[in-house]
């Protein structure tokens, strides 16, 4: 049976990844709330990796809040691309993470699955620094991160949990090409305006004949 706790940790989690993927800042405190309670029911289940991340979550959420609300030189921040350049590294280093923290819990914990665990944890750090900053691209690593997470929670029993990660999978796809439509309208608006600017300068007056 179902706890109330998973019960509440979904609920609010699942209205803020909604929330996320719709673009709408409401997405923060909705999640601070069910990071939290996701925290006290891994702490229960022995995946300490996880707790780890749903304090990260936490802090970083608060931080993400202020971002969206204020991080474009106090303006909302708008959604655009990750650079080629900072995912050709990112992408190395989480594998290379991964592999260094599931060891550790391997070798000093009673951590179930601690590899499976780890990369849930390093890959959604990842993705939430990238949603932090509005880039497209972090629905990318949350794909992959429901990828791994639901079949990790089924096998603990956390049934509600599985579901809903498997719903968030697809999720992920809906929001990866919501966020790209509105990251090239952005852009598109931001030519337009560059070209009006360029358009209202005034002309230097003709220099007169000799």
């Not at 709330?33 to 990260?56: K, P």
């Not at 280093?93 to 991964?98: C, E, M, Q, R």
Request: glycine share 6%.
């Amino acid at each position: 049976m179902t706890a109330p706790l998973e019960w509440a940790a979904n609920g609010l989690t699942a209205a803020a990844i909604l929330l996320a993927g719709r673009n709408n800042v409401h997405t923060w405190w909705t999640g601070i709330a069910g990071c939290t309670l996701f925290g006290i029911l891994f702490a229960q289940n022995r995946l300490y990796a996880d707790v780890a991340l749903q304090a990260f979550f936490v802090a970083t959420s608060i931080v993400g809040w202020w971002k969206w609300l204020r991080g474009d030189h106090g303006e909302p921040l708008p959604i655009t691309h990750a650079g080629v350049a900072s995912l050709a590294w990112t992408v190395p280093l989480g594998v290379a993470a991964t592999a260094a923290y599931g060891a550790l819990l391997h070798f000093t914990t009673n951590a179930y699955a601690p590899f499976l665990d780890s990369a849930v944890l390093v890959f959604s750090i990842i993705g939430q620094i990238l949603m932090m900053q509005r880039r497209v691209e972090n629905w990318a690593f949350w794909l992959l991160v429901n990828t791994i997470a639901a079949p990790l929670y089924f096998s603990r029993g956390l049934m509600l949990t599985a579901v809903l990660y498997a719903g968030f999978w697809i999720n992920a796809i809906v929001s990866w090409r919501n966020w790209y439509r509105l990251a090239a309208q952005h852009a598109a608006a931001s030519a337009k305006h560059a070209d009006i600017a360029v358009s209202s300068v005034p002309l230097s007056s003709e220099r007169s004949r000799p």
